[in-house]
């Protein structure tokens, strides 16, 4: 763990956060009233907000079990991690490879104060936390927190996951996404998901407004503007899909999923 320490007071309650408001969507209690506020303005313009969020968690769980089971995957690296919400990445990867080493990274202060919670391994396996920023992927890649939990000459699991479109085009972010696994050894894979504009008229420019009135940026990114994030890679079928259709559990939850309007694209990728 870094040596980062956050007082109460250095943690901004006076305006909200896209981790605190997405930890409301999932019904969690880590937020803030400020959070709430925001987070009821968003559902009230988008109803399926929640069922959205909780999609996209489902996804990470799916594509995580099956990298641990299917892909033989033992080391992943979750930059974005967000409040802790159980099950973890490190609990589903090591409820199927007890010996799975993740190493989380995020930049909220909040999270930093909850990670003691991401840090609860396996004796077999290993976890770690590291305060950091996705836009700073050099420094990422040079943190003790990476090297002494993974070894980057075998192949990690880059998981990306609900936090890209909160990166603005002048931040260039398909550099940081090609910094970062140009570092992976082959065999690794890329999980990412990332919000869509929404097909109804109207609600995508509100639910943006809303964010970015609140001093967040969000920015969705169709398929198409999705897809050059996996350049170079080899997409695991069924493809960038919307994430109830990545593998679902059951024809019957892929249904229910299927009713809503969840704007949300999704894929895993296999570096070559």
């Not at 880590?30 to 968003?42: K, L, M």
């Not at 690296?77 to 159980?86: A, K, N, R, S, V």
């Not at 010996?99 to 909850?114: F, G």
């Not at 999980?191 to 920015?219: M, W």
Request: hydrophobic content about 40%.
């Amino acid at each position: 763990m870094t040596g980062h320490r956050f007082h109460a007071d250095e943690i901004d309650t006076s305006k909200p956060h896209s981790a605190r408001m997405y930890d409301y969507f999932l019904g969690g209690k880590t937020h803030y009233a400020v959070d709430t506020q925001a987070a009821e303005q968003v559902e009230a313009v988008w109803p399926d907000v929640k069922p959205w969020t909780r999609a996209n968690r489902a996804f990470m769980h799916r594509a995580t079990r099956w990298l641990a089971a299917e892909a033989g995957i033992r080391q992943f690296l979750d930059i974005g991690t967000g409040i802790p919400t159980e099950p973890n990445l490190h609990q589903v990867a090591q409820g199927v490879a007890p010996e799975s080493r993740v190493v989380y990274a995020d930049n909220d202060p909040i999270v930093l104060a909850y990670a003691q919670a991401l840090l609860l391994s396996t004796p077999e396996g290993r976890t770690a936390y590291m305060h950091a920023d996705i836009t700073e992927p050099e420094a990422i890649l040079a943190a003790e927190e990476l090297h002494s939990t993974l070894d980057l000459t075998r192949p990690v699991a880059l998981s990306l996951n609900a936090v890209l479109h909160f990166i603005a085009d002048e931040q260039k972010p398909y550099d940081i996404v090609r910094r970062l696994v140009d570092a992976l050894a082959p065999g690794s894979y890329l999980v990412l998901s990332h919000g869509s504009p929404d097909r109804r008229p109207g609600i995508s420019d509100a639910v943006t407004n809303l964010y970015r009135s609140s001093g967040i940026h969000v920015q969705g990114r169709t398929e198409e503007e999705i897809l050059p994030f996996f350049d170079g890679l080899e997409l695991v079928d069924p493809g960038v899909v919307m994430p109830h259709r990545w593998k679902p559990e059951s024809e019957r939850a892929r249904a229910e999923a299927e009713a809503l309007d969840l704007w949300i694209h999704a894929g895993v990728a296999r570096k070559p």
